[in-house]
């Protein structure tokens, strides 16, 4: 397969008919057979559009890497500062480079300052603008950070073990051991998904460089396998995608593929058409909402709504409160079927009143309405009630409908494992070819694709506004 | 428990016994390196004269390299201070606790400033968005993401 990031103009040579993709010789992929059978399925990559379809490329992490590279360099060859510091600077501006280069021009040593490359005291003084140490409620006590001469026996503040032999400090001198180093660049790193690793001593504003933190784990660093400084590149390619609207890292977990859809990129775009695109890996996934299906015919900002509807356990909690109590002396829920206030607890036998909760014995002769509640709040609180127990069942269904086709979606990805066991068996025991059988993977994938678009017609049904538009729309869906 | 955080607690546990609670605070139980007690009063012209709250730090074996986990007691006994960065519940929006920690901060280092947050407290007054927090917050309040919008208050 060709690869990802490539961006030559390799699309030509795919444009061509069956003939030419016969002729390729090595083992069929999945790019190449979509080529072949292309008239009704949705192809990926390097293949004619369909007009709902959207341009897109596939970044590998190296690729997106190579691009902030780039970056780097550009600013490190005008400012003439190393790489980390270029790469502290653009982070600090957010990859925003003309920005950085105006800001930078202006002030350098106030951008230094504030990016945490340099301290107040060494870089030039700046004498206006704020202190760029963050006040964080005034502290009476200061700690004890006075750098003390290197001859002496010397422990660390933090850890206080006297065998540390090995001290590291950046450009501020505020030393640590090696130990807490680390111990501390891989916390950030692993728990908190920090890139931006301020100096361990308090107040201090200053960012570890990338040099540092490579060199302090490679060097002390407890796993062997990498996987701290592995996470560190990740992050650093997760915050220049995110600095750039034209690029969306794979929602998926643990894929790490990034999507350029420059087209796209803008807020206003998004509100007629579906980004619908797919990673190196073949996840597909919304690049204007970062839902990890295709969620057409709905738009990103309803296709949210929905979602945010959906986790948002409101709805039920609504449910649950248009219908059920809690006995107010044990606890057990109690369901009201209707009719009469006077309810009695089927489990502890306490007696009470539906409407104000209070013991039954207080509403006197007034047998089955509440006297406390015939006033207008008590009206009001029924008209909610009845309001909310409306919308509520038209959301159910709804959602009832939209949760089934994504329950099923679930089992067919089981579905699709089978079917391609299935195909190398029948590969075997027919004469069918690898090719020929490619048919009952599209055909499983086709039908996945339609369960998908019904799957959010529900959701688009639940924000249509009645009338004969979302009859007829209706009607379409049966 | 590995050994930094159970030798920083221990260091620190002695020098608390030696030198004494910063004024205003008083350790209430130490009796082990997971939870520590302390009482808390501010001292001098405050909206919360006379009034003692109890704080509880819980500290796991990434102390001091991360921060402890530290709130007000609520309890029958005893309830959070009514101050625009203290939930009911008793948990604290405070940025020394979060992003703004430092492994170089010590137990006591962390009474002072919520000492101070509440001396410079100028109404008395829960976060807007109390209700909703509490009803959903974790056990422990580290495993919330603050926003400090103002932690001048
Ligand atoms: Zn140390
Ligand atoms: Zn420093
Ligand atoms: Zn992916
Ligand atoms: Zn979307
Ligand atoms: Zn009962
Ligand atoms: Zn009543």
Redesign the pocket.
């Known amino acids: 397969m060709s690869s990802d990031y490539d961006y030559s103009d390799d699309e030509d040579a795919f444009y061509d008919d069956d003939e030419d993709m016969i002729s390729t010789g090595s083992a069929p992929s999945d790019d190449d057979m979509d080529m072949e059978f292309a008239d009704d399925f949705k192809v990926p990559q390097h293949s004619p559009r369909k007009a709902y379809e959207i341009e897109h490329e596939s970044l590998s992490q190296q690729a997106v890497e190579k691009l902030s590279a780039a970056d780097v360099d550009h600013i490190s060859s005008i400012f003439g500062v190393d790489d980390s510091t270029a790469s502290l600077l653009l982070r600090h501006m957010n990859w925003n480079k003309e920005r950085l280069i105006e800001k930078y021009m202006d002030n350098a040593s106030s951008v230094s300052v504030a990016a945490g490359v340099s ?1 107040p005291s060494r870089a030039s003084p700046s004498v206006t603008g704020p202190a760029p140490i963050r006040s964080s409620g005034s502290r009476r006590r200061t700690t004890r ?1 006075t750098p003390v001469p290197k001859a002496e026996p010397w422990v660390c503040p933090i850890c206080f073990d006297d065998s540390q032999t090995s001290f590291l ?6 030393s640590f051991c090696a130990g807490c180093w680390t111990a501390y660049i891989t916390s950030k790193i692993r728990e908190e998904g920090e890139h931006a690793i ?4 308090e107040g ?3 960012v570890a460089s990338d040099s540092f933190i490579v060199s302090t784990l490679a060097k002390y660093g407890e796993d062997g396998d990498g996987r701290t400084q592995e996470r560190f590149q990740e992050l650093l390619v997760r915050h220049f995608v995110g600095a750039n609207p034209h690029l969306k890292y794979c929602p998926y977990p643990s894929c790490t593929y990034t999507v350029s859809c420059p087209s796209a990129s803008s807020r206003s775009s998004l509100t007629t058409m579906v980004p619908t695109v797919s990673c190196g890996a073949n996840h597909k996934f919304c690049f204007g909402c970062s839902v990890d299906s295709d969620h057409r015919p709905v738009i990103c900002s309803v296709a949210k709504m929905w979602l945010k509807k959906c986790r948002d356990d409101s709805e039920t909690a609504n449910w649950i409160k248009s219908n059920t109590k809690e006995c107010s002396k044990c606890q057990s829920t109690i369901e009201k079927n209707g009719g009469c206030n006077h309810m009695t607890c089927k489990k502890c036998k306490y007696e009470f009143c539906w409407v104000c909760m209070g013991p039954w014995s207080e509403h006197g002769t007034a047998w089955y309405s509440c006297n406390r509640y015939d006033e207008k709040a008590g009206v009001d609180a029924r008209d909610a009630q009845s309001r909310s127990r409306a919308s509520l069942e038209r959301y159910l269904h709804y959602y009832n409908r939209w949760a089934n086709h994504e329950q099923s979606a679930k089992l067919s990805v089981e579905m699709y494992n089978k079917t391609e066991k299935k195909m190398e068996e029948m590969q075997i025991t027919s004469s069918l070819t690898w090719i020929e059988v490619q048919f009952m993977k599209r055909a499983v994938e086709e039908a996945e694709r339609c369960r998908a678009t019904l799957k959010w017609t529900y959701a688009m049904a639940f924000y249509l506004d009645k009338g004969n538009e979302k009859e007829l729309f209706e009607d379409n869906q049966r | 428990m590995t050994s930094i955080s159970s030798r920083r607690l221990r260091k620190e546990l002695s020098e608390i016994q030696t030198e004494g609670c910063p004024t205003g605070i008083t350790l209430l139980n130490a009796d082990n390196f997971e939870t520590w007690y302390f009482s808390i009063e501010i001292l001098g012209e405050s909206l919360y004269q006379g009034e003692v709250f109890k704080l509880m730090f819980r500290f796991d074996s990434s102390y001091p390299i991360s921060a402890p986990a530290v709130q007000f007691v609520v309890n029958q006994e005893s309830t959070a201070p009514v101050h625009p960065h203290v939930y009911s519940n008793g948990h604290i929006c405070a940025s020394i606790l979060g992003t703004e920690w430092s492994p170089v901060l010590s137990v006591s280092a962390v009474c002072v400033t919520l000492q101070s947050m509440l001396a410079s407290c100028k109404s008395k007054e829960r976060p807007v968005d109390n209700d909703r927090y509490v009803r959903y917050a974790p056990d422990n309040p580290k495993k919330t993401r603050f926003h400090y919008d103002d932690d001048t208050v």
């Open positions: 301290t950070q400090s950046l450009s501020c001198d505020h301020r100096c361990m001593a201090c504003a200053l």
